[in-house]
T-cell receptor, first 116, second 110 residues
């Protein structure tokens, strides 16, 4: 498909389990963003990649959250030892945007994580 | 990061224009104003963006105040499909990220 693809769409984890969420951005998009969206709230920025470089990880809530984009394309958001407060929709967006240029973000449909 | 303020909710009648306001009094000179909307169970969708001048595209118009401390998203004829949460956000140019608030929930009545 031509859009941003995220998998899995739904994930249920027991508290303490590790999870990995995958994002396939639009081909050729340099920038990739991860956002966390709690129920009824707006998306909260987590981290930003330009190619394989993670330029901003200021939004990651704790050291249990880790994101990578090793080849500058597919990205994985990993959450270790999940807690109930991690339950949210995790949104990935890609863009041709480089720092200094304001391009539109293309979002995937998100991965809904429920931690029991 | 500069913040935006939007009303929590607005209502409109179908086929009437809708003006969605946004205040951003702490905007800096190089911040772009972006609007996105989000339908239930979907990711946000880009609507429009601008810097200083008013902008038009097939979806909407963006009116930016002369002092840039506020802006208005204009949907010229609301349809039921326009019912969504609308986010006004400022893009931090040199950081790349965009900071969302809680948005305005638009209800369109038939």
């Amino acid at each position: 498909g031509a859009g941003v693809s995220q998998s899995p769409r739904y994930k249920v984890a027991k508290r303490g389990q590790d999870v990995a969420l995958r994002c396939d951005p639009i081909s050729g998009h340099v920038s990739l963003f991860w956002y966390q969206q709690a129920l009824g709230q707006g998306p909260e920025f987590l981290t930003y990649f330009q190619n394989e470089a993670q330029l901003d990880k200021s939004g990651l809530p704790s050291d249990r959250f880790f994101a990578e984009r090793p080849e500058g394309s597919v990205s994985t958001l990993k959450i270790q030892r999940t807690q109930q407060e991690d339950s949210a929709v995790y949104l990935c967006a890609s863009s041709t945007r480089l720092a200094g240029i304001a391009g539109e973000l293309f979002f995937g449909e998100g991965s809904r994580l429920t931690v029991l | 990061d500069a913040k935006t303020t939007q009303p929590n909710s607005m209502e409109s009648n179908e086929e009437e224009p809708v003006h969605l306001p946004c205040n951003h009094s702490t905007i800096s000179g190089t911040d772009y104003i972006h609007w996105y909307r989000q339908l239930p169970s979907q990711g946000p969708e880009y609507v429009i963006h601008g810097l200083t001048s008013n902008v038009n595209n097939r979806m909407a118009s963006l009116a930016i105040a002369e002092d840039r401390k506020s802006s208005t998203l204009i949907l010229h004829r609301a349809t039921l499909r326009d019912a969504a949460v609308y986010y006004c956000i400022l893009t931090v140019i040199n950081a790349g990220k965009s900071t969302f608030g809680d948005g305005t929930t638009l209800t369109v009545k038939p």
